[in-house]
């Protein structure tokens, strides 16, 4: 079946440790997202990729860094210099033309960071 | 930049009653489409229902519809029959048309909807 597989569902870090989010796709899908989610903030955007080996920052990239090697895989890395890094984080991913059906959502990683 | 809103951050019906959740936006674009996206405990994002600028006629997915007014700059879910399993988070999202089409989601902060049996 296809979709896109977070993992792990839950992490846990120490302050002052980076961290890498996994997100892989087989959708074939050439764009791919990750948004953070707090409670009563809603989705807010980190980056985002339209191809392979380009990306761009999102409203909140502070903190974060991206890598864009594979078509499938998007991850994202969580740096010491973020400063609250403990949220809900999910990666999404789209097809050119088909803007309409908006985005695939991954299920999630909860990062708890102590 | 786009910008969403959704002024209720709680709302309840009545099991088989009828809710509306509200949002409005801005935008000083003329093309772009709309979502309506569910999420339940699970967290799962769930794409409840879509409207694309251009269509007049508003977008109806089941118990699940939508009153797109372009002008006022609002799009607010109607969901008909109440069920417990409605009971989720809800946002609306708006997504620009620009280019590929593959541009971002902006979410409003979303309405926690509650199912009263």
């Known amino acids: 079946d296809g979709g896109i597989t977070q993992s792990p569902k839950y992490l846990f870090r120490k302050e002052g440790q980076n961290v890498t989010l996994s997100c892989e796709q087989n959708l074939n899908h050439d764009a791919m997202y990750w948004y953070r989610q707090d409670p009563g903030q809603g989705l807010r955007l980190i980056y985002y990729?339209?191809?392979?080996?380009?990306?761009q920052k999102g409203d909140i990239a502070e903190g974060y860094s991206v890598s864009r090697e594979k078509k499938e895989s998007f991850p994202l890395t969580v740096t010491s210099a973020q400063k609250n890094p403990t949220a809900f984080y999910l990666c999404?991913?789209?097809?050119?033309?088909?803007?309409?059906?908006?985005?695939?959502f991954g299920p999630g990683t909860r990062l708890t960071v102590t | 930049a786009q910008t969403v809103t959704q002024s209720q951050p709680e709302m309840s019906v009545q099991e088989a009653e009828t809710v509306t959740l509200s949002c409005t936006y801005d935008t000083s674009e003329s093309d772009y489409y709309l979502f309506w996206y569910k999420q339940p405990p699970s967290r799962q994002m769930i794409l409840v229902i879509r409207q694309e600028a251009y269509k007049q006629q508003n977008a109806t997915e089941n118990r699940f519809s939508v009153n797109f007014q372009k002008a006022a700059k609002s799009f607010s879910l109607k969901i008909s029959d109440s069920q417990l399993g409605d009971a989720a988070m809800y946002f609306c999202a708006y997504r620009s048309r620009a280019g590929t089409g593959n541009t971002p989601l902006v979410f409003g902060k979303g309405t926690r909807l509650s199912v009263i049996a």
């Open positions: 999404a991913s789209s097809r050119p033309g088909q803007g309409a059906y908006g985005q695939y």
């Open positions: 990729s339209q191809i392979v080996n380009d990306f």
